[in-house]
Nanobody, 122 residues
Framework: VKLVESGGGLVQAGGSLRLSCEAAGLDFDEYTAGWFRQAPGKEREGVSCVTKLKGRTYYADSVKGRFTISSDNANVYLQMNSLKSEDTAVYYC??????????????????WGQGTQVTVSS
Protein backbone atom coordinates (compact mmCIF):
# COMPACT_ATOMS: atom_id res chain seq x y z
CA VAL A 1 0.00 0.00 0.00
CA LYS A 2 1.26 3.44 -0.88
CA LEU A 3 -0.30 6.78 0.00
CA VAL A 4 0.72 9.97 -1.78
CA GLU A 5 -0.44 13.40 -0.65
CA SER A 6 -0.62 16.54 -2.74
CA GLY A 7 -2.11 20.01 -2.54
CA GLY A 8 -0.10 21.59 0.22
CA GLY A 9 1.44 25.02 -0.10
CA LEU A 10 1.56 28.57 1.15
CA VAL A 11 -1.67 30.47 1.66
CA GLN A 12 -2.74 33.63 3.43
CA ALA A 13 -4.89 33.48 6.52
CA GLY A 14 -8.53 33.20 5.55
CA GLY A 15 -7.69 31.34 2.37
CA SER A 16 -8.38 27.78 1.29
CA LEU A 17 -6.47 24.70 0.25
CA ARG A 18 -7.55 21.26 -0.83
CA LEU A 19 -5.35 18.33 0.09
CA SER A 20 -5.55 15.10 -1.87
CA CYS A 21 -4.29 11.64 -1.06
CA GLU A 22 -4.13 8.88 -3.62
CA ALA A 23 -3.85 5.29 -2.49
CA ALA A 24 -2.29 2.46 -4.41
CA GLY A 25 -3.34 -0.98 -3.22
CA LEU A 26 -6.15 0.11 -0.94
CA ASP A 27 -9.80 1.08 -1.37
CA PHE A 28 -10.90 3.91 0.89
CA ASP A 29 -14.52 2.84 0.38
CA GLU A 30 -13.76 -0.15 2.63
CA TYR A 31 -11.46 1.30 5.28
CA THR A 32 -10.94 4.35 7.45
CA ALA A 33 -9.02 7.25 5.96
CA GLY A 34 -7.61 10.06 7.98
CA TRP A 35 -5.69 13.29 7.94
CA PHE A 36 -3.22 14.08 10.68
CA ARG A 37 -0.89 17.00 11.15
CA GLN A 38 2.25 17.85 13.03
CA ALA A 39 3.41 21.37 13.71
CA PRO A 40 7.00 22.15 14.74
CA GLY A 41 7.57 21.25 18.36
CA LYS A 42 4.16 19.65 18.73
CA GLU A 43 2.83 16.12 18.74
CA ARG A 44 1.02 14.75 15.74
CA GLU A 45 -2.73 15.18 16.05
CA GLY A 46 -5.74 13.77 14.30
CA VAL A 47 -7.45 16.37 12.14
CA SER A 48 -10.22 14.38 10.50
CA CYS A 49 -11.18 10.82 9.66
CA VAL A 50 -13.83 9.19 7.54
CA THR A 51 -15.17 5.66 7.31
CA LYS A 52 -17.33 5.76 4.24
CA LEU A 53 -18.60 2.20 4.69
CA LYS A 54 -20.11 3.16 8.06
CA GLY A 55 -20.96 6.77 7.30
CA ARG A 56 -18.74 7.94 10.15
CA THR A 57 -16.62 11.06 10.30
CA TYR A 58 -14.55 12.83 12.92
CA TYR A 59 -13.23 16.35 13.11
CA ALA A 60 -10.94 17.84 15.69
CA ASP A 61 -12.61 20.71 17.53
CA SER A 62 -10.05 23.12 16.13
CA VAL A 63 -11.16 22.48 12.53
CA LYS A 64 -14.90 21.89 12.87
CA GLY A 65 -16.87 24.05 10.49
CA ARG A 66 -13.78 24.90 8.46
CA PHE A 67 -12.47 21.56 7.16
CA THR A 68 -14.34 18.89 5.22
CA ILE A 69 -13.13 15.36 4.58
CA SER A 70 -14.36 13.22 1.72
CA SER A 71 -13.28 10.05 0.01
CA ASP A 72 -13.93 8.02 -3.07
CA ASN A 73 -12.40 4.70 -3.96
CA ALA A 74 -8.66 5.36 -3.99
CA ASN A 75 -8.69 9.01 -2.94
CA VAL A 76 -9.31 10.99 0.21
CA TYR A 77 -9.55 14.76 0.29
CA LEU A 78 -9.39 17.47 2.90
CA GLN A 79 -10.98 20.79 1.95
CA MET A 80 -9.59 23.44 4.25
CA ASN A 81 -11.33 26.81 4.40
CA SER A 82 -10.83 29.87 6.58
CA LEU A 83 -7.27 28.81 7.26
CA LYS A 84 -5.49 30.19 10.30
CA SER A 85 -1.82 30.51 11.12
CA GLU A 86 -2.24 27.75 13.70
CA ASP A 87 -3.16 25.35 10.89
CA THR A 88 0.45 25.50 9.70
CA ALA A 89 1.86 21.98 9.85
CA VAL A 90 2.90 18.97 7.85
CA TYR A 91 -0.27 17.11 6.93
CA TYR A 92 -0.25 13.33 6.61
CA CYS A 93 -2.73 11.02 4.99
CA UNK A 94 -3.27 7.70 6.74
CA UNK A 95 -5.32 4.57 6.41
CA UNK A 96 -6.62 2.14 9.00
CA UNK A 97 -7.42 -1.38 7.90
CA UNK A 98 -7.59 -3.25 11.21
CA UNK A 99 -10.60 -3.05 13.55
CA UNK A 100 -10.04 -0.88 16.59
CA UNK A 101 -12.05 0.64 19.43
CA UNK A 102 -10.31 3.98 19.12
CA UNK A 103 -11.27 6.23 16.22
CA UNK A 104 -8.91 8.57 14.42
CA UNK A 105 -5.88 8.03 16.60
CA UNK A 106 -2.46 7.90 14.99
CA UNK A 107 -1.46 4.67 16.74
CA UNK A 108 -4.35 2.86 15.06
CA UNK A 109 -3.40 3.79 11.51
CA UNK A 110 -1.64 1.17 9.42
CA UNK A 111 -0.37 3.12 6.45
CA TRP A 112 1.00 6.66 6.09
CA GLY A 113 1.84 9.06 3.33
CA GLN A 114 5.03 11.08 3.24
CA GLY A 115 3.35 14.32 4.27
CA THR A 116 2.69 17.66 2.62
CA GLN A 117 3.53 21.06 4.08
CA VAL A 118 0.77 23.59 4.68
CA THR A 119 1.89 27.07 5.65
CA VAL A 120 -0.61 29.77 6.52
CA SER A 121 0.76 33.29 6.66
CA SER A 122 -0.90 35.84 8.90
Amino acid sequence: VKLVESGGGLVQAGGSLRLSCEAAGLDFDEYTAGWFRQAPGKEREGVSCVTKLKGRTYYADSVKGRFTISSDNANVYLQMNSLKSEDTAVYYCAAQTRPTHTYCADWTMDYWGQGTQVTVSS
